[in-house]
């Protein structure tokens, strides 16, 4: 049957676990997988642009914000924050005195960035992120992954639904189809973007 809705994806696991009594849990399988998949793909469809005025120490990530790319401030010369740990940016305000100025390093401290200087005026960001994957749900039918690797959510799905099931001797072949399915997805993302890479015309001064 085909894999393109999560109406469709939730049939598929019942069929594939050979059970009618898994209703109210298999949306839980998938939501699991949804967090694995998370951790272990990183496509560029996940790469999302957001852009924002800082103007004070802490700066609150977007709401799907998975993993910083760049931090970058736009006002001006454009350039790239560093990034640094949290003690990295005390020792640095111990040693300044903890004077304000424009930002050059960030941390993260919780869903918040902090930079060092704490800004002296109002700067334009550009932060470039992977973002979470759009959870399916009823109202949520589809999402680029589910397009992309109906399989890697499948077997995904499939893997999380063994320990509530128990001993499923099929987890092996489920773990091998997933890991493949995530290793041929991220595979492709990388020739993607090397392609692109490639096509980029040089430009020779004469």
Same mark, same amino acid.
């Given at each position: 049957?085909?894999?393109?809705?999560?109406?469709?994806?939730?049939?598929?696991?019942?069929?594939?676990?050979?059970?009618?009594?898994?209703?109210?849990?298999?949306?839980?399988?998938?939501?699991?997988?949804?967090?694995?998949?998370?951790?272990?793909?990183?496509?560029?469809?996940?790469?999302?642009?957001?852009?924002?005025?800082?103007?004070?120490?802490?700066?609150?990530?977007?709401?799907?914000?998975?993993?910083?790319?760049?931090?970058?401030?736009?006002?001006?010369?454009?350039?790239? &924050?560093?990034? $640094?740990?949290?003690?990295? =940016?005390? %020792?640095?305000? *111990?040693?300044?005195? !903890?004077?304000?100025?424009?930002?050059?390093?960030?941390?993260?401290?919780?869903?918040?960035?902090?930079?060092?200087?704490?800004?002296?005026?109002?700067?334009?960001?550009?932060?470039?992120?992977?973002?979470?994957?759009?959870?399916?749900?009823?109202?949520?039918?589809?999402?680029?992954?589910?397009?992309?690797?109906?399989?890697?959510?499948?077997?995904?799905?499939?893997?999380?639904?063994?320990?509530?099931?128990?001993?499923?001797?099929?987890?092996?072949?489920?773990?091998? &189809?997933?890991? $493949?399915?995530?290793?041929? =997805?991220? %595979?492709?993302? *990388?020739?993607?973007? !090397?392609?692109?890479?490639?096509?980029?015309?040089?430009?020779?001064?004469?």
């Amino acid at each position: 049957m085909a894999l393109t809705t999560f109406a469709e994806l939730k049939t598929s696991i019942a069929d594939w676990l050979n059970r009618d009594d898994l209703t109210s849990v298999i949306p839980d399988f998938i939501s699991l997988a949804e967090h694995q998949m998370e951790r272990s793909v990183r496509h560029y469809k996940m790469v999302e642009r957001s852009t924002g005025d800082i103007d004070s120490q802490y700066s609150a990530v977007p709401a799907d914000w998975l993993e910083t790319i760049r931090f970058s401030i736009t006002s001006g010369d454009t350039y790239r &924050l560093e990034m $640094t740990s949290l003690d990295d =940016l005390i %020792s640095r305000r *111990e040693q300044n005195s !903890n004077a304000a100025g424009r930002p050059k390093y960030f941390a993260y401290i919780g869903s918040s960035l902090e930079v060092y200087p704490t800004p002296d005026a109002t700067y334009t960001t550009e932060l470039v992120y992977y973002q979470k994957i759009p959870a399916l749900s009823a109202s949520q039918t589809s999402n680029w992954l589910l397009e992309e690797a109906p399989d890697a959510y499948l077997y995904g799905s499939l893997l999380q639904a063994a320990p509530y099931l128990g001993d499923d001797e099929r987890i092996q072949v489920w773990s091998s &189809l997933y890991g $493949t399915a995530v290793q041929s =997805l991220n %595979s492709s993302s *990388e020739r993607t973007k !090397n392609s692109t890479s490639a096509l980029r015309m040089k430009v020779t001064s004469y």
